[in-house]
């Protein structure tokens, strides 16, 4: 019962990702319709959907402490990062997606399917473990992986980003949602019920708008002549093998307890963050990629997480 548990929330977004499919292969989408979701996703979800995550789950000295304990998957989230970099390089991996590919490497969906496999495996004590780890990777993903997206294409044929440019992709909308949240909870600031309620309906909106596009990506492309190509595999591999192991090596480093250790090697393991392929769509790079990585992820950890559940 308790594996079952833990993949409901697994086979509960690859459900709605087929929702979407079915409504693209029906015609319900057309091109420019289908570039509405990631925007709205961006602008309007994303950034409510963080700042409601942030005073729903931290006060401040909470948060406080949380950043002392957020320096292990900090680090893991670098090494992680910097190790798909390199092998990215060494590979040659196509410029279009070679950020997206550093990103899907190193960050996971922490909180969608993070939060039910934890809870099933570990029980409601892992719930602050599990928060800390997204708060570490949401402000790895929002600066770092969010820049690098953004920069995917340079040297293809489109002109290099100026700086300003680059400040504006790092405090993006989703990154200024975050950091509001972030000032809310420091200075203890209580906002009134009708924007806490309006800013928890749009964020509500962020998790199915983006599976739903992501199924929408999937039908414009021909699945039939899909084949599973290096930087594919090499992503894959990233996501769901070194990340879990880079966190296992790090955990005798660090005096944490020892649940913690293992709450970090389950969040570590799991699939790729579904942000990434809408911020690969908002920015035109390589949306299918994106779509993908996502997908096989999702369907592989299906595998991968009951491995690491019997290891744990």
Known sequence: MVFLHALGGIFGLLLVVAVGYALAWKGWFSTESQMLLPRL???VALPPFLMCTLLQSFDRDHL?????????????LVITFSLAWVVGRIAHVQRKHFGLFCACVSNSNTIFVGIPVNLALFGEESLPYVL???FASTIFFWTVGNYAISSDGCG???????????????FSPPMLGFLTGLALVMFKVDLPRFLLDAAKYLGNLTTPLALLFI?????????????????????LVGRLVVSPLVVLLLVPLFPIPELMG?????????????????????????PEFGALMVSLSTLLSALTIPIYMTLL
């Open 41 to 43: 996703v961006t602008y």
């Open 64 to 76: 406080l402490h949380m950043l002392y304990g957020a320096l292990l998957p900090f680090t893991s």
């Open 132 to 134: 800390l780890y997204y």
């Open 156 to 170: 293809d044929g489109r002109e290099r980003t100026r700086l300003c440019d680059n400040i504006r992709h790092i």
């Open 215 to 235: 199924g929408v990506t999937l039908q414009t492309m021909d699945l039939r002549r899909l084949k599973l190509d290096r930087d594919l595999v090499l992503a």
């Open 262 to 286: 293992k709450v970090f090697i389950m969040q570590a393991s799991l699939p790729v963050l579904m942000q990434a392929a809408i911020l690969s769509a908002y920015y035109r790079t390589d």
